[in-house]
């Protein structure tokens, strides 16, 4: 059985910081490439960052560049999203998620299945 566990969402206001976290069980977590999506009211989900299942590439959505980053330690089994500097539009529900890789101009599927978390709520206040 596979779970995705994301902790570190809140309320914080426009210029703040949050750490978001997401643990894993069930799988092996550093064959898996690793990411986060995101889906605010009245918007698409959108795909924020991902990293591939070593650590060395990495996709950052253009509104997130210079004030996100993504990281994962595979020896705790955690992916890690820090946010810093952010802003009203950051508001969304974060996904974690396994199995999308960076290809391209987003996070594709590998050619593996993925899994998803429940998400945690990211809110900022102007």
Do not use: H
Request: net charge positive; proline share 3%; glycine share 12%.
């Amino acid at each position: 059985q596979v779970q995705l566990v994301e902790s570190g969402g809140g309320l914080v206001q426009a210029g703040g910081s949050l750490r978001l976290s997401c643990t894993v069980s069930g799988l092996t977590f550093a064959n898996y490439a690793m990411g986060w999506f995101r889906q605010a009211p009245g918007k698409e989900r959108e795909a924020v960052s991902c990293i591939n299942w070593l650590g060395g590439a990495t996709y950052y959505a253009d509104s997130v560049k210079g004030r996100f980053t993504i990281s994962r330690d595979n020896a705790k089994r955690t992916l890690y999203l820090q946010m810093n500097s952010l802003k009203p539009d950051d508001t969304a529900m974060y996904y974690c998620t396994a199995g999308l890789r960076p290809y391209g101009d987003s996070c594709a599927p590998a050619s593996q299945r993925d899994y998803w978390g429940q998400g945690t709520q990211v809110t900022v206040s102007s």
